[in-house]
C-alpha cells in the first residue's frame, strides 16, 4: 500500500515533476480518473449584467 | 471637494487601463471558481463583484504585468473564506427581503410553474454525483482541487494563492482526489468507468 507511485503519478499530470519525471496501469486510470472529473466541472460564464454592475461600480 | 491633479489624473487612467486590459479578462474563470465554490449563481455574483471592487481598491498594490489572475483568484478566496466563516457562526436567519418576495410571489399566477421548473432545476442539479462529492469536500480541499483540476494553476500559484506552503498543497491535492475518488467509485462504475486498480 502503492501511495507513493499514485503521488508521483499525480504530480506528474499535474507538470510538477523536476525533469524526476502494472505502473502503466495506475498511470492510464489516473489520467481517467482526472478527465473523469475535469469532464464534470463545467465552466461557467458570468451575465452580462454582472460585468456592467461592476463596470458601473468603477466608474462611480 | 477634491481637485483632480494631473498626477491623479494620470494613475487613474493607468489604473483603468489595468483593470480593463488585466483585470477583467479574468472574469470567467473567476465566475467558475466562485460558482464552484459557492454552488450557488447570488452568491457567485455577490464573491466575483466584492472581489473586483476590492482589487480597484487596492490596484496600486498589483505590480502591472504580472500574474492578475492569481491575484484576482487570492482576492477572491479570502472573500469567501470571510463570508464562510461569518457563515458558520452566525445563527440561521431568514432574510427579510426573501419573505417580502416570497409573499409577492404568492399572489403570482405563474407561482406553481416557476417552483415546479426550479424543482426540476433543484433535482437535476442533486442528480450530479460529482458536483455533490466535490461540494462534500472540506473548503481547504475543494479550494485545491478547482485551482488545479479547473484553473491548471501550477503548485506554487496555488501555494501563493492560499498561502500554504507547497508540501501542504501536495499532500492536500493528493488527500483531496482520494476523498473525491472514494466517493465517486460506485457512480463512475455505474458509468461504465472500471476500478481495475490493483494494490498486488
Known amino acids: 500500500d502503492y501511495q507513493e507511485l499514485v503521488r508521483k ?9 523536476s525533469e524526476a519525471e502494472a505502473y502503466l496501469k495506475v498511470l492510464s486510470q ?6 473523469f472529473i475535469k469532464s464534470k466541472l463545467h465552466r ?5 449584467a454582472l460585468i456592467k454592475s461592476i463596470k458601473d461600480k468603477i466608474k462611480t | 471637494m477634491m481637485v483632480m491633479t494631473q498626477e491623479n489624473l494620470t494613475s487613474k487612467e493607468r489604473f483603468d487601463k489595468i483593470f480593463e486590459v488585466e483585470f477583467l479578462p479574468q472574469i470567467d474563470a473567476l465566475y467558475t471558481f466562485a460558482y464552484h465554490l459557492t454552488y450557488n449563481e447570488d452568491d457567485a455574483n455577490d464573491l466575483v463583484q466584492e472581489t473586483y471592487l476590492k482589487a480597484y481598491r487596492f490596484i496600486e498594490k498589483y505590480i502591472e504585468g504580472t500574474n492578475a489572475k492569481a491575484w484576482l483568484f487570492k482576492i477572491l478566496k479570502n472573500a469567501f473564506i470571510n463570508q464562510y466563516r461569518k457563515k458558520s457562526k452566525a445563527p440561521t436567519k431568514v432574510d427579510y427581503e426573501e419573505i417580502i418576495n416570497f409573499h409577492d410571489e404568492e ?3 405563474n407561482y406553481s410553474t416557476h417552483t415546479d421548473l426550479r424543482e426540476e432545476m433543484f433535482q437535476s442539479m442533486m442528480g450530479d454525483e460529482v458536483t455533490n462529492a466535490i461540494n462534500a ?9 478547482l485551482l488545479c483540476d479547473i484553473e491548471g494553476f501550477t503548485y506554487e500559484e496555488i501555494s501563493k494563492i492560499i498561502d500554504v506552503p507547497i508540501g501542504t498543497v501536495r499532500s492536500r491535492l493528493h488527500r483531496a482526489r482520494n476523498m473525491l475518488k472514494g466517493q465517486l467509485k460506485t457512480y463512475a462504475e455505474s458509468l ?4 481495475k486498480r490493483s494494490k498486488d
Do not use: A, Q
Open chain 1, 30 to 35: 489516473e489520467k481517467s480518473f482526472r478527465e
Open chain 2, 192 to 195: 461504465g468507468f472500471k476500478d
Open chain 2, 137 to 145: 469536500l472540506p473548503v481547504d480541499f475543494r479550494v485545491v482541487i
Open chain 2, 107 to 109: 399572489n403570482d399566477t
Open chain 1, 44 to 48: 461557467r460564464k458570468p451575465s452580462p
Open chain 1, 9 to 17: 503519478v499525480t504530480m506528474y499530470l499535474d507538470n510538477e515533476l
